[in-house]
């Protein structure tokens, strides 16, 4: 017994052209789906980045380029840093990420502090949170003066 479409509708035969149609169009419009959604998702949720393998960096600094009450960026890595010196004298480094969002903070030598200017947190010159949003502390490197040289290492 023969469809209206000319195929046998028995077990075991094949489907109806009008449902094969449907089959086809419905898996192309869901591999339309996957191949536009896939690459967002991908985009929105990146794959984790490994740690930077960098545990130790000399700077292009030189010591007698850092005056007191003044700071610089470095890039530490796939990072920056910053790198100051006191109104003591003393040098000291710290990740430049602020705690909370993630924003480059800066020296300020009026306030003799860190700020982070996207929501207004302030460091301390030992990196500790004082004002502001920011969660903790920014993390602090070990500086060696070394010569006319500056370096700076992730470990104590």
Known sequence: MSDRHGTEQSHGQPLPRRRFI????????????VAVCYPVVRY???????????????????PSDLAPNS????????????????????????????????????YEDGKQDL????????YNLNGVNVSGPPPKPLTQYTVNVRGDQIVVNKGA
């Open 71 to 106: 700071g610089q960026i470095f890039k530490f890595g796939d990072e920056p840093g910053i790198i100051l010196r006191t109104p003591g004298g003393e040098i000291r480094a710290f990740t430049a990420v602020c705690t909370h969002l993630g924003c480059i903070v800066k």
């Open 115 to 122: 700020w982070c200017p996207c929501h207004n947190g302030r």
């Open 44 to 62: 929105l949720i990146p794959p984790p980045a490994g740690e930077s393998a960098v545990n130790s960096v000399t700077l292009t600094i030189k």
């Open 22 to 33: 449907d089959w086809l169009l419905g898996t192309t419009f869901g591999g339309l789906i």
